[in-house]
Nanobody, 123 residues
């Protein structure tokens, strides 16, 4: 059984920073592509960032490029999302997900999901 647990969300002012963490247990973490997604109230879940098994390749949604950084530490079974210069439109529940397979952005193709962590950016 694979478990995915996010942490690090909270309330931050516009322009501030947060770092989300996601720990995966019950599987071989280094075999998983990892992704971050988010869902704002009344909106569909959207892709934010993804990282390959070894961390050499990353993808970002256009609106977060240059502000967010995804990284992973395979020794700690953990993936991170460093979020800088936060905007009110970044407010959402952020989900971490893992998949066996190639690096992609389609949430429907991810196999394991966490419960999410709330990020609220106040202006």
């Amino acid at each position: 059984q694979v478990h995915v647990v996010e942490s690090g969300g909270g309330l931050v002012q516009t322009g501030g920073s947060l770092r989300l963490s996601c720990v995966v247990s019950g599987g071989k973490f280094s075999n998983y592509v990892m992704g971050w997604f988010r869902q704002a109230p009344g909106k569909e879940r959207e892709f934010v960032a993804a990282i390959s098994w070894g961390g050499a390749t990353t993808y970002y949604e256009d609106s977060v490029k240059g502000r967010f950084t995804i990284s992973r530490d395979n020794a700690k079974n953990t993936v991170y999302l460093q979020m800088n210069t936060l905007k009110s439109e970044d407010t959402a529940v952020y989900y971490c997900a893992a998949r066996n397979g190639l690096l992609i952005m389609d949430a429907r193709r991810y196999d394991y999901w966490g419960q999410g962590t709330q990020v609220t950016v106040s202006s």
